[in-house]
């Protein structure tokens, strides 16, 4: 039999079954491993650093850019319509979830 054997699937399948595997298909499954390992690696990095890079606002500034009140900013924030992040114990909001906010608006 030449056929491969995608050994991830095979283990995700029968994790308890006992196999005999020849050196190629388990050199093919290291590799397969870290590549998936490396792009999931990298996807994280990618997510941490736009996250980094986010601006966080304060209510004053909120108010001012949405024309609301303050408990109107409190009650999209209890909605969940605006996500509110602790930073420093105040209250921020992200620069991005604003301008969305207002594109939705119009």
Excluded: W
Excluded at 21 to 44: N, T
Excluded at 57 to 82: C, F, M, N, W
Aim: contains cysteine; charged residues 35%; aromatic residues 8%.
């Amino acid at each position: 039999m030449n056929e491969r054997v995608d050994i991830y699937e095979l283990v995700k399948r029968c994790p308890d079954a006992t196999i005999q595997i020849r050196v190629s298909d388990l050199s093919f499954f290291g590799r397969k491993l870290l590549a998936d390992a490396r792009l999931e690696f990298e996807r994280q990095q990618a997510k941490t650093s736009s996250e980094k890079a986010e601006t966080y606002l304060d209510a004053e500034t909120v108010l001012s850019k949405l024309g609301i009140s303050a408990s109107t900013l409190y009650r999209l924030g209890k909605a969940q319509v605006i996500k509110t992040y602790r930073l420093a114990g105040r209250r921020k909001y992200r620069l991005s979830d604003i301008e969305k906010l207002m594109h939705e608006e119009n």
